[in-house]
C-alpha cells in the first residue's frame, strides 16, 4: 500500500505526469474489458504504434495478448531483436498494470558468457586431446576433426613443402577424414594459403574471395563455399603449417569471435604439431644411430653354426652395455672373428661406449690383428683417449675349421667371465682364458687359450648379466654359475640357436618378468655330420678325433 502526506492532494494531471516519466514501460489497462487506459513513453518504444484504447489481445506482441487472454501474470518475448519480460500487478478492482521490462543487455550478457564458457571448454579439451599423442599422423587427424566439429563446415591443414610436396589432411561432415599430398605450386592457388606458410600474418577472413578457393581443396559434393578462412599453424621458429576452414552457405561468415577463436586453437595444434614433429624428427635420427649399434646380422658360415641373442636392461631400448659381433671370413683373413663384451653401465651412454669398441674391432679386423692384439690395441686406444672412459670387459675368439669335422677356437679375454664348452656327453667345461679389466690400466695382461670342439660341441660366450639376474624364490638370489651349467647340460645335442633360447627363457622365469642387467649370448657349435652308411650294416663313423675323445681328452689347454 503506497502511503502519502497527510492533506496534500495529488491530482490526476501529477499522476499522469509520474508516469510519463517513468523509466520502465508501463501498461494502465481496465480489469472489465482488458483496454489499455496509458501507455508511458517508455511502453511505446518498446511496442511502437500501440496507442491507448486497444485491446491487449490484439496488441503486436503474441506473448503478451497470449498472458492477457489466459489471465497469466507474467510472459517472455523476443520482439524485434529484444528480449522483454512482462509483469502484471493489479492496482485496484478496476484497474492492473503491465510492466515490461528490456532484458537484452542482460540477456546478450548471459549469453556472451556462455559462449565464453563454450569456447573455454572446446579449448581445454582440444589441449588435452592435441597433447595425448607425440604422433604426428595423428596429430594431424585430431586437429581437422576437431575444427570440422566445432569451428566450421570442414578444415584442411596443408603441411610446408618437402621436397617440393605438400601433404594434407581434410575433415568433412559425413566423411572419413581424408590424406594426401600434393605439388608446391598449387599453394598458390588457394587464397591466403601461400602467405601463411611463408610465415605472414593471415589474412581476414572478409578479404578472402572463397568463390576462388579450387577445386581440389574441397570436392563438389561439399556444396558452395560461403565463407574462407586461413589460419597459420604456430610452429617452432616457422608454421607448422595452415589450417584452412570453410562455411558454406551464400550467407556464412567467420566473426571476429570465431577469428579469434580459430587462432587460439590453431595456436594449441601448431604446438601439438610441432611438438610431434621434432618427437619423430628424435626418433628417426635415434633409429638411424641405434642402427649401426644394433646386434650384427650373423654370417653364413661353413663348418659351423653362429647364434647369437641379446636383451637390453631396459625394455624401452633395444641397445646397452652388453655387445657382440662377428666379422666373417675374408680373402686377407680366413678365420671368423667372434668378440662378446660388456661395457660397464647400461642405457645410452653405455651403448655409445658400445659403438666406440665395436669401430675399433672392426679396424683391428681389417689389418688382420690376432685377438690378443685386439685386446692390447683396444686397451690402448680406451686408456690413451684423453677422457676418463668406462671399462670393458671383453672376450674375442678367432674361429676355423679343422680336420674331421672339428673348429678350433682361439680365445683372449680381457676381464670377462670365462666361456663355456658343452661336451657332446653334455660335459660342461670352463675355458681357461683370463685377463685384466679393459680400459683401466695403461697395460693389460692377456692369457690366451684355444678349443677345440668335436661335431656337435658348442662353445658359450656369454655376459655376466646372465649369472647375475636375480630372482628366485625370495627375489634376490643369483641365477649364478652353478644354475646356468646345469641348464647347458640339459642342452647337449641341440642347435645354438634353440640354446640360447632355452638358457634365455630360464633367466626370464627366474626374475620373475622383474628387472635385469643387460644380457648377451654368442654360441658357437661345430656342425654335427651325418653318419655315414657303409656297407655291412653302416657301423658309424669311426675318426681319429672321436676315438680320441673318448679317452678323455678334451683338448681345451691354455695357450703359453
Not at 178 to 196: K, M, Q, T
Not at 351 to 371: E, I
Amino acid at each position: 500500500m503506497a502511503s502519502r502526506v497527510p492533506g496534500a492532494v495529488v491530482t490526476p494531471l501529477l499522476l499522469e505526469a509520474a508516469f510519463a516519466v517513468a523509466t520502465e514501460a508501463v501498461l494502465l489497462c481496465s480489469a472489465a474489458d482488458q483496454t489499455i487506459l496509458l501507455a508511458n513513453p517508455a511502453a511505446l518504444d518498446v511496442l511502437p504504434g500501440l496507442r491507448p484504447g486497444d485491446q491487449l489481445h490484439a496488441v503486436p506482441l503474441p506473448e503478451l495478448a497470449a498472458a492477457a487472454t489466459g489471465g497469466a501474470d507474467s510472459f517472455r518475448s523476443e520482439h524485434q531483436g529484444r528480449f522483454l519480460y512482462g509483469l502484471r500487478r493489479p492496482l485496484d478492482d478496476d484497474h492492473y498494470a503491465w510492466f515490461l521490462r528490456d532484458h537484452t543487455d542482460e540477456h546478450e550478457r548471459t549469453a556472451a558468457l556462455e559462449a565464453e564458457r563454450a569456447r573455454a571448454a572446446f579449448l581445454a579439451d582440444a589441449g588435452r586431446r592435441l597433447s595425448a599423442s607425440l604422433h604426428l599422423r595423428r596429430v594431424r587427424r585430431t586437429t581437422v576433426q576437431l575444427a570440422a566439429e566445432h569451428l566450421a563446415d570442414a578444415a584442411v591443414i596443408i603441411l610446408p613443402p618437402d621436397k617440393r610436396q605438400s601433404g594434407w589432411t581434410r575433415a568433412l561432415p559425413g566423411h572419413t577424414i581424408e590424406e594426401g599430398s600434393l605439388g608446391e605450386h598449387r599453394l598458390a592457388e588457394v587464397p591466403g594459403l601461400r602467405e601463411v606458410i611463408d610465415g605472414f600474418p593471415p589474412i581476414p577472413s572478409r578479404w578472402l574471395d572463397a568463390a576462388q578457393a579450387p577445386d581440389w581443396l574441397f570436392p563438389a559434393a561439399f556444396g558452395p563455399i560461403g565463407a574462407l578462412l586461413v589460419t597459420p599453424l604456430p610452429g617452432n621458429a616457422e608454421p607448422a603449417g595452415a589450417l584452412i576452414l570453410a562455411k558454406t552457405g551464400e550467407r556464412a561468415t567467420f566473426s571476429s569471435e570465431d577469428e579469434a577463436l580459430a587462432r587460439v586453437f590453431a595456436g594449441r595444434a601448431g604446438a601439438a604439431l610441432a611438438a610431434a614433429t621434432l618427437y619423430q624428427e628424435q626418433v628417426d635420427t635415434a633409429a638411424v644411430l641405434q642402427a649401426d649399434l644394433l646386434p650384427p646380422d650373423l654370417p653364413e658360415t661353413d663348418g659351423f653354426e653362429l647364434a647369437g641373442s641379446y636383451q637390453a636392461a631396459r625394455e624401452t631400448m633395444q641397445i646397452g652395455g652388453d655387445f657382440y659381433e662377428v666379422f666373417g671370413p675374408s680373402e686377407a683373413s680366413p678365420d671368423t672373428v667372434v668378440a662378446l663384451g660388456d661395457v660397464c653401465g647400461t642405457g645410452p651412454e653405455a651403448a655409445v661406449m658400445t659403438g666406440k669398441v665395436r669401430q675399433t674391432l672392426r679396424a683391428l679386423r681389417l689389418v688382420k690383428a690376432g685377438p690378443e692384439t685386439m685386446l692390447r690395441v683396444l686397451n690402448q686406444a680406451l686408456t690413451e683417449s684423453g677422457r676418463r672412459q668406462r671399462f670393458v670387459t671383453l672376450v674375442i675368439g678367432s674361429v676355423t675349421r679343422a680336420e674331421h669335422g672339428r673348429v678350433r677356437l682361439e680365445l683372449a679375454s680381457g676381464g670377462h667371465p670365462p666361456p663355456l664348452v658343452l661336451r657332446a656327453d653334455g660335459t660342461v667345461e670352463e675355458v681357461p682364458a683370463s685377463g685384466t679389466l679393459i680400459g683401466v690400466m695403461p697395460r693389460t695382461t692377456v692369457r690366451p687359450a684355444t678349443v677345440a670342439l668335436a661335431p656337435g660341441e658348442l662353445c658359450l660366450l656369454y655376459s655376466d648379466g646372465l649369472t647375475e639376474a636375480r630372482g628366485g624364490p625370495a627375489g634376490a638370489e643369483q641365477f649364478g654359475e652353478t644354475r646356468l651349467r646345469r641348464a647347458l647340460a640339459e642342452c647337449a645335442g641341440l642347435p645354438g640357436a634353440v640354446t640360447l633360447e632355452r638358457l634365455r627363457q630360464l633367466v626370464s622365469d627366474w626374475v620373475h618378468g622383474g628387472t635385469s642387467d643387460d644380457i648377451a649370448m654368442l654360441a658357437i657349435r661345430a656342425q654335427t655330420r651325418p653318419p655315414l652308411s657303409l656297407r655291412g650294416g653302416g657301423a658309424r663313423n669311426q675318426s681319429p678325433y672321436l676315438i680320441t675323445a673318448r679317452t678323455g681328452d678334451r683338448r681345451v689347454r691354455p695357450r703359453a
